[in-house]
């Protein structure tokens, strides 16, 4: 059974072959750092996430370059605004993406470029296309290199757009450009703009293009040609239209697979840092929403499915999860936590359908049924089974409730042994004063008990204890 996946150059559902069996390379176009990401951001990593786990799972080893775009007009204008250095700002907003990538249990890319590291590459690809004939410097002397567009037949394939229907611009576009739809691959550096944004380049200092990153941080890590290329729909024209056109123009064949998720909307619109619609981490966790829960609910949808954020459906997703981990924590407390493996083929073939996961999580779901008819009739192996199925399932949905990116390295399993002592001592002493009639002292260990979180059953094997509400 192969995975097939949703490729937007064919506008089809194409079985998914690697270049090199057994092995894949995947390029996501990782944020610009002016600022603090927002969820829908993290909606980007989280799919990606998915993807990546999945063909783990499924025993490939995967390439995975997420890139940071740590230079751009946005990062220099709040640079000039606030009188930091624009690597200050790019920085520290990094720091803040790297730890909500952490929270969220997304894998770290194998390899994560930063433009500024990769100026030399994009000089090198600059250069070939200029002696191809795609790309020239401006005839104004600015320093700045466009990518000429009508040179590259093919532009428009990826977005299906012709581009004679594209218009030109109502206030006469920029004069350097030969043609209204060429794209600059290097910006000379501006007057008011900081001096320490800008390279030295055969064009004069200046500043990479967008787009010319990904071209290059692409081919760096990845090669000529690689799998998967893949970001959120926005970035499908001008973005990866632009990188298709540079890179095959330099005489490389470039992605195999364009694989696009959805986006996140806030309101009418996407969540958008310009737009200011955002909603960010510690928002979530200020409504009381676990991190673990953020993920459910934005890796669960399928990918290609737009989500419209609202409180109420955010909410509704962690009741939700708080359900599949309160079934995962009472069978690892009967029969410990086992080791999950092999998925069920169902969940397997939903993931195969271009990653279908809500299909997929059906059968977390029905899983769980069963598990629960096993934990009523106290049948052990049923318990186990269903157990260690959903967790390796919820395990490629980066969501086990016991892995230890969620329990902070501490499993409920680890933890056990010391609580029970700890509880058996507190009921003992709960004992002893009933049996001299000190009720007060017998409530009062009661209540701390209740306090401490802990809720103390009386069962015909004992005193059965648990930790929370859930
Ligand atoms: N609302 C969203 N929902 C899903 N993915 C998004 C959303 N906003 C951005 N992304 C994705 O996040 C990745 C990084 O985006 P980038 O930094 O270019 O953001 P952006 O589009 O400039 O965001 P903003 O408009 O908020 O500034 C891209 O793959 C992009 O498609
Ligand atoms: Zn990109």
Redesign the pocket.
Known sequence: MTLRLYDTATRSVRDFVPKTPGQVGIY????????T?????????V?YDVLRRWLLHTNHEVTFVRNV?DVDD?ILDKATTSGRPYWAIAYANKLVLDANYRDLNVIPPTYEPLATGHIPEMHELITALISAGHAYPAAGGNGDVYFDVPSYREYGQLSGQNPDDMRPPTDGGEPDKRDYRDFALWKGVKADEPTDASWPSPWGRGRPG?HIECSAMARRYLGDEFDIH??????TFP?HENEIAQSRSAGLPFARYWV???????GEA??????GN?IDVAAVQGMGIRLVELRYYLGTPHYRSR?DYSDDALREAAVAYRRIEGFVQRAAEIVGPGRPKDVPPQFAAAMNDDLNTSAALAVVHDTIREGNTALAAGEEAGIRGALTAVRAMLGVLGLDPLDAAWTGGITTSDLKPVVDSLVKLALEQRAQARARKDWSAADSVRDQLKNAGIQVEDTPAGPRWTVGEH
């Not at 996501?28 to 600022?35: F, P």
């Not at 696009?260 to 806030?266: D, E, G, S, V």
């Not at 996407?270 to 737009?275: E, Y």
């Open positions: 996501l176009c990782g944020l610009t750092v002016q600022s990401p927002h969820i829908g951001h993290l909606r980007s990593a799919n775009t946005k967008w893949g970001g959120g729909l926005d970035l973005h696009h998720h959805a986006l996140l909307n806030l996407k969540m958008s840092k310009s737009l955002v989500i």
